[in-house]
């Protein structure tokens, strides 16, 4: 099945730097690939996705690259500020005719002021 | 729209004892899963549904068992309930199977 694994497990940045989350897939054939922010005590919340055929989606600070022959996706967020402190989930929809939906295990990212 | 209902939001439990972790959604979304949530290990597919009358296993389906009699319910049971069990439980649902939108949550203690 579907495996996604995800870098670095913390992450540290000074508000207005920018922060990259790097995430690796074992399915070849998985086709959707969504970002998720969870605040504290917070459910998951979707901030950007992107299917398969489409190798760059931007939206205002935060942008999701694909790599498909190396199978990784990576999440950008750019002028970071401390309302992006959260943690940040990958995830994978794996192939065959049902939407297994796998998550990486997160991010923590801290922004200091 | 109330989007996706949990309930209870908290529950404690006794080893060996068992109890359904409700979810419904009003959005008329045809696929629906159940996650765990673990420090460090993220969200755990438990199992999912394509729509009534049709659940599949994901990652970790063992002490869990789902039904999806209606398109609005995707009841969560727990059949003889043991610390290990012990999580953040998460329902989604989603249209096309792209996009889910999670529910609250509800915060399991298993002693």
């Known amino acids: 099945g579907e495996n996604v694994e995800q870098h670095p497990s913390t992450l540290s940045v000074q508000e207005g730097d920018s922060a990259v989350i790097k995430c690796t897939y074992s399915d070849s054939a998985s086709n959707y690939f969504p970002w998720y922010k969870q605040e504290l005590g917070k459910r998951p919340q979707l901030i950007i996705d992107i299917r398969s055929n489409v190798g760059e989606k931007k939206d205002q600070r935060i942008a999701v690259t694909l790599n498909k022959t190396a199978k990784h996706f990576s999440l950008h967020i750019t002028e970071t500020q401390p309302e992006d402190s959260a943690v940040y989930f990958c995830?994978?929809?794996?192939?065959?005719?049902?939407?297994?939906?796998?998550f990486g295990a997160g991010t923590r990212l801290a922004v200091h002021p | 729209n109330a989007g996706v209902t949990q309930t209870p939001k908290f529950q404690v439990l006794k080893t060996g004892q068992s109890m359904t972790l409700q979810c419904a959604q009003d959005m008329n979304h045809e696929y629906m899963s159940w996650y765990r949530q673990d420090p460090g290990m993220g969200l755990r597919l438990i199992h999912y549904?394509?729509?009534?009358?049709?659940?599949d296993q994901g990652e970790v389906p063992n002490g869990y068992n789902v039904s999806r009699s209606t398109t609005e319910d995707f009841p969560l049971r727990l059949l003889s309930a043991a610390p290990s069990q012990t999580s953040v439980y998460f329902c989604?649902?989603?249209?096309?199977?792209?996009?889910?939108?999670f529910g609250s949550g509800t915060r399991l203690t298993v002693v």
């Open positions: 995830a994978a929809k794996g192939s065959g005719g049902y939407n297994k939906l796998i």
């Open positions: 549904s394509v729509g009534a009358g049709i659940t």
């Open positions: 989604a649902s989603s249209p096309t199977g792209n996009g889910y939108t």
